[in-house]
T-cell receptor
Framework: QKEVEQNSGPLSVPEGAIASLNCTYS??????FFWYRQYSGKSPELIMF????GDKEDGRFTAQLNKASQYVSLLIRDSQPSDSATYLC????????????FGDGTTLTVKP | DAGVIQSPRHEVTEMGQEVTLRCKPI?????LFWYRQTMMRGLELLIY????????DSGMPEDRFSAKMPNASFSTLKIQPSEPRDSAVYFC????????????????FGPGTRLTVL
C-alpha cells in the first residue's frame, strides 16, 4: 500500500461545477496535510494546508480532514478553466521539521 | 525575493557522464529538499537537509547519486555515472524551520531541471 493515495483520475468537470479531489494516507501518526497545484511543465505550488479535523476554507477552495478515517480532500467551487492542473496531496508525519510524502496526483480538467 | 533558483534548466547528456545539478534556496530558509519527478513514479523525495546537515537520504536511489550542502545558500545533486533511467525532472525546494519566516511548513519549489540521459 502506498503511503499517500489519490484518485487515479483524470477528473473532468464543467466550468462552474464543484471539483472534489480525494486523498488517503496510511500513517495514523500524520500531523499535517497539504494540497499543491502543478500546472503542466511547472513546479508544484502550495494552495492549501490543514492540521486539524474539519473544514478549512480559502476563497473557492475548501480542505477537509478526517483523521479517524485517514482522509483528506480538496473541494474547488465554481471551477474555472484556469484550475486545470494536477493536484498533489502531501502528508507530514511531523508538523514542524519533517519531510512531506506526496501522492501521485490527480489531473483535473475544467471544460468551458 | 528571487525564489528557489536551479541550474541548469535543461541538461542532455550521454550515458556514463557525470551530471551536477545546482540549487540556491530562498534566503533565510534553512531546510532544503531534492525531489525527482517522473510519470511512472510521481514526485519522490531523494534527500533533505536541515541547517545544511543531511537528515534523510533514504530516497537516494543508489550510490551513483550524491548530494551536498556546503553552506546555507547552495546545494548540489550529482549523478555519476548517469544512466537513461535517471531521466526525469529534478526539483529543489526550500522551507523555513519553525521560528523562521513561515510557520506553515510550506515548501517553495524551484523551476526544476529537466535531465535527459541518452
Amino acid at each position: 500500500q502506498k503511503e499517500v493515495e489519490q484518485n487515479s483520475g483524470p477528473l473532468s468537470v464543467p466550468e462552474g461545477a464543484i471539483a472534489s479531489l480525494n486523498c488517503t494516507y496510511s500513517d495514523r501518526g500524520s500531523q499535517s496535510f497539504f494540497w499543491y497545484r502543478q500546472y503542466s511543465g511547472k513546479s508544484p505550488e502550495l494552495i492549501m494546508f490543514i492540521y486539524s479535523n474539519g473544514d478549512k476554507e480559502d476563497g473557492r477552495f475548501t480542505a477537509q480532514l478526517n483523521k479517524a478515517s485517514q482522509y483528506v480532500s480538496l473541494l474547488i467551487r465554481d471551477s474555472q478553466p484556469s484550475d486545470s492542473a494536477t493536484y498533489l496531496c502531501a502528508v507530514n508525519l511531523n508538523t514542524n521539521a519533517g519531510k512531506s510524502t506526496f501522492g501521485d496526483g490527480t489531473t483535473l480538467t475544467v471544460k468551458p | 525575493d528571487a525564489g528557489v533558483i536551479q541550474s541548469p534548466r535543461h541538461e542532455v547528456t550521454e550515458m556514463g557522464q557525470e551530471v551536477t545539478l545546482r540549487c540556491k534556496p530562498i534566503s533565510g530558509h534553512n531546510s532544503l529538499f531534492w525531489y525527482r519527478q517522473t510519470m511512472m513514479r510521481g514526485l519522490e523525495l531523494l534527500i533533505y537537509f536541515n541547517n545544511n546537515v543531511p537528515i534523510d537520504d533514504s530516497g537516494m536511489p543508489e550510490d551513483r547519486f550524491s548530494a551536498k550542502m556546503p553552506n546555507a545558500s547552495f546545494s548540489t545533486l550529482k549523478i555519476q555515472p548517469s544512466e537513461p533511467r535517471d531521466s526525469a525532472v529534478y526539483f529543489c525546494a526550500s522551507r523555513s524551520l519553525p521560528g523562521g519566516a513561515s510557520s506553515y511548513n510550506e515548501q517553495f519549489f524551484g523551476p526544476g531541471t529537466r535531465l535527459t540521459v541518452l
